[in-house]
């Protein structure tokens, strides 16, 4: 079996459950690593996670409605707090020791629906990552979406750790010349908890999109820098700077600037639910620049999602079949490396743990 | 395993394989148990079943059409009789003595056409549950109808002998208010065949639908009675009438009245026919009350379609998970019980048969 | 199990992939015998056929587009030549020695595109069936097309070597009376590579389709010959003379002339791409005839595919079940034959190859 398919889950990490937007529009049904959850804010507006079924027949939470006690099944009206817990049961007036339903460690944070899949006893909060952008919309405007890809969700993270694909996958948009591409100066490096991927494209011709959105006259310095953070995340940097304004000395200097948070979060082997959320960090006080850039991008993804799926579909088919590895998977085995160590030091406490 | 997914069929018992009317309209092709069917009527106008499936070359007999002989494959032309013995194959003279159709018991009766499939010898038509109100059209005037639904076929058994949804799922028809419901008077007795739920909801608010029906100006004291018949069949009456006139002494006086038949018949072990008729015992001489009592009821039951479905799925999931009883699943389990004694006697006579 | 479902392929034997016009609009995506496939000219013209499996990371090579050196994929660029080999990594100088992707033998002859699914050292080309009436468009002018049907690719052999069904299924178009066909003159014989079909209707009323093709005003002698070339190919011939013109001595007289290759390429035991031409040999300088025969004759096969994609559903329900055999099969029988003998002899082959 080759490593694209079928390992098991990291279910000790943090993973994306939602958007906190989605939340304010009602409950949301959601399967993660095989387990369908209705996701939840409760009166006071704490998020809840919860398996969406009802211990007394099976039923789906999300056929029902919240109320000032909990989430109310949509069949017989049993509720549920947010802990999991039956706390009213129609027409008796006990509730059963029994009542329960299986609830997962959430964290909202950052506009961030954070889930813990593992053991909650290990749920350690100073693991999520980081984000403050989505907060700050006078210097990072940003907007978010999700979509879902048949496809296991490390094709993501495949896929955006090897940029070479720009030039084919999206030429025509943000992508522009592959040549542009295969010639970038690429450094990978192994971090704490993933890999850093970075690129400059010297003196290239800007792509299209990066001319719609700030306007560059003729040639940029342009660099990309691609964090993946182990299990699902990857945090991306993009600058283009006019040639000639020392671009590697500064990063911070006025160009185009865009931050995306992309994250894939598991819902079988064989599909992943894809969260992204993009910033712009240029014409912040234009409403129009994030949605310009926001439908730019989105059509490149789903060029990615195409592929994927079909890519999946490939892999499946013989998955002991072995891959030919490039110079360009430098930075993806990096990031394969530490998914791996991640998932033999949880295989080893659960044997461990069984012992 | 819970009870609740995946048990033995009872064969031996008679199920609705369609509604007579049905036949009226040409050849009706359904699946029962596993196993593709043909019903129609023969040239004399009786009903037979046939396995669907030409014992020539295995195309469906559903293709073809009923001749003055019986029932033509469509694709080579043989022609077997309502007892699927083939009685002419087409450029021969003699038909094969191998060539023959597995043919079922059939019983019309009471605008039901009612199948065994089990062993034919065993066919008792006096277990054919008789309901002649299908036959007065001056005193129930009714509609009956039939959709697909993909869940075990006893969660709708289970949904019709908890009527604590009504308030949940049909809050804003047929139920209403749920604490009318869960503060009912309930009974739940054993029968000979099966189970009797009896509700009083005593000075109680009528239900839009019923306000709809007879124009009641204020509450009602409302009756429910649901006869479970092992496997697959309900019986159900309705009754409200206007508060302070002897409801309980006398349930025949004037009032909302109505009788639901229902019935599921196992497509396959998560699928089912959700076959109902539906008579009303008011207003008799106008069609459109019958009408509106459709109108309004047919959507329920596309509520309860909709939340089994996605029951079934999360029982499937991981049927070996216990469930959790509450008080008003007394009647269900009841059900359940003359269920499991039919399944337990029928794999016991297997079982002699086989030794 | 019957004869009817899953038998192993003859892998070594010609099959037709494509035909010639689709490579003119660009790559084709298709799979054979469960092996996705990508089909395509290179820069001159010449048709090959690879898996649609990038060696690097497994992505679909359909997604890509043809270079001057070969097909490119649409992930991150990797070059293939029309055998299969790695010619051009992106960002790098060299190619790894491992970097191919499996190529299959491709002929192109007379519009067919035929492909080689076995051994390609035993490709051997002299077993193409000769067929030029493509490449005489004055005196067969022609139309071509392909659709998929989801069923054994054998059911469409079975369905063009007993011919009985045409009075069944395609009684209102190019069948007929169904009496015209079963009490057609047959005979059915073995040939070196399959069958022949030869049936005689003397002094019968045409089909409607023949009418309109060549006006007939009377009865005629009605021809036709279909020729079974294991595994996958028929070819008709389909022949109308007016009533006492001697069509028996004579067959190259005027009158209604047709000819069809059909050919069934295996997707997956399920299921198959079916291909057909259709020549007319009469009113050969007026293209409305090519297309009123094309246009009456597409319908028809349409109600084979219905048919036959439920023979297989009724198939596969219990693939143990003996099927019955009637006259009509004869020359099905021979066919079947054949095909077993190339089955246990390519098994034979693999066995020894083994050992």
Request: hydrophobic share 35%; proline share 6%; net charge negative.
């Amino acid at each position: 079996m080759t490593d694209t398919t079928f390992e098991p889950f990291v279910r000790n990490a943090w993973y994306i459950a939602a958007w906190a937007e989605e939340l304010d529009d009602g409950l949301v049904g959601r399967t993660i690593m095989n387990e369908p959850l209705v996701i939840f804010r409760d009166a006071d507006g704490k998020a809840s996670a919860l398996e969406d079924r009802c211990c007394h027949r099976g039923a789906p939470l999300t056929s029902g409605q919240v109320t000032s006690e909990g989430i109310e099944c949509g069949y017989h009206g049993l509720i549920f707090d947010g802990a999991g817990k039956c706390v009213r049961v129609p027409g008796q007036d006990n509730v059963p020791s029994n009542a329960w339903v299986r609830s997962y460690p959430i964290v909202e944070r950052h506009q961030f629906v954070w889930i813990w899949m593992g053991d909650p006893a290990k749920a350690d909060e100073s693991l999520i990552i980081d984000y403050p952008y989505h907060e700050q919309p006078d210097k990072w405007p940003h907007r978010k979406t999700m979509f879902p890809i048949k496809a296991n969700y490390m094709m993501m993270m495949d896929n955006l750790m090897d940029l070479s694909h720009l030039g084919y996958v999206h030429g025509k948009t943000i992508g522009g010349n592959p040549n542009v591409h295969t010639g970038a100066e690429t450094t990978a490096e192994p971090t704490e908890r993933g890999c850093l991927l970075t690129r400059w494209m010297m003196d290239s011709p800007p792509p299209p999109t990066y001319v719609k959105a700030v306007g560059f006259k003729g040639n940029i310095d342009r660099a990309q820098i691609f964090e993946y953070v182990a299990p699902a995340s990857v945090i991306q940097r993009s600058i283009g700077i006019d040639v000639g304004k020392g671009a590697r000395e500064n990063l911070e200097q006025p160009g185009l600037h865009f931050r995306l948070f992309h994250h894939a979060t598991p819902e079988t082997e064989t599909s992943f639910h894809y969260f992204f959320s993009m910033a712009n960090g240029y014409r912040q006080d234009d409403p129009s620049a994030t949605q310009q850039l926001y439908d730019e991008t989105y059509p490149t993804f789903l060029e990615d999602k195409e592929i994927m799926e079909i890519q999946q579909q490939r892999l499946e088919n013989d998955p002991s079949r072995e891959l030919v590895n490039i110079k360009a998977d430098q930075a993806l085995f990096l990031a394969r490396k530490k998914l791996h160590e991640m998932i033999a030091a949880e295989q080893a406490e659960m044997v461990a743990a069984a012992e």
